[in-house]
């Protein structure tokens, strides 16, 4: 036991002094067992492999500060435990901004499908309406979009309240017989925008 630990101790001076060779050696032992340990809470294998080599890394850069280590394997494990939990943090912080990311495109990408489609829906009522036959128009248009009852937009017109109940009652079905046949292409055209 004595010797192992007077080998590791010689290990760590001669990487300290700059010895490649020797730092081959301790990385050849470490860097399995710190990218296991690692793994094993990543569950991540790249990130593991990554964490392991940036950690030996560290050890190489110490220099002379190696020397002061009395016992390396503790070290080393605190080493690639405090290293791994920043790595943890840094994963969870990505997930969530990706988990965001999605939940906001997918937001996005619903609040653009309903702004194309009440655009295509709003275009095809007004060519509906340029349709309209001008008295059936300009009934739709008062009774409609300005809110005038029957009797209110007959007097208007000089017309009788029935005549005018005849003419929305038209409009409205020329209106719902466009946007039936133009709902699908409304469709098909706020997918297509949203996707090609």
């Known amino acids: 036991m004595q010797g192992k630990h007077s080998d590791k101790a010689t290990l760590l001076h001669r990487v300290a002094a700059g010895d490649e060779l020797a730092f081959r050696e301790l990385y050849d032992c470490y860097y399995p067992r710190t990218k296991a340990f690692a793994f094993r809470i990543l569950h991540e294998q790249d990130d593991a492999e990554e964490l392991a080599q940036e950690a030996l890394l560290e050890v190489w850069q110490m220099g002379d500060r190696l020397t002061t280590i009395r016992d390396f394997d503790p070290f080393m494990k605190t080493l690639a435990k405090r290293r791994t939990i920043d790595a943890w943090r840094r994963l969870q ?5 990706e988990r965001e990311a999605r939940v906001g495109w997918k937001e996005y990408s619903e609040a653009t499908t309903e ?7 709003k275009r095809i009522i007004e ?5 309209l036959p001008p008295q059936q128009r300009t009934v ?6 300005q809110g005038l009852k029957y009797d209110e937009a007959a007097q208007q017109l000089d017309i009788a309240p029935a ?3 005849t003419h929305m009652k038209l409009a409205l079905k020329f209106m719902r017989a466009q946007l039936r046949q133009h ?3 409304a469709v098909w055209f706020a997918t297509f925008w949203l996707f090609f």
């Open 93 to 97: 912080l990505k997930r969530a901004a």
């Open 115 to 121: 702004v194309v489609l009440l655009n295509e829906t």
């Open 127 to 131: 060519d509906a309406i340029e349709r």
């Open 140 to 145: 739709y248009q008062l009774c409609q979009q």
């Open 163 to 165: 005549t005018v109940q």
């Open 183 to 185: 709902v699908e292409l």
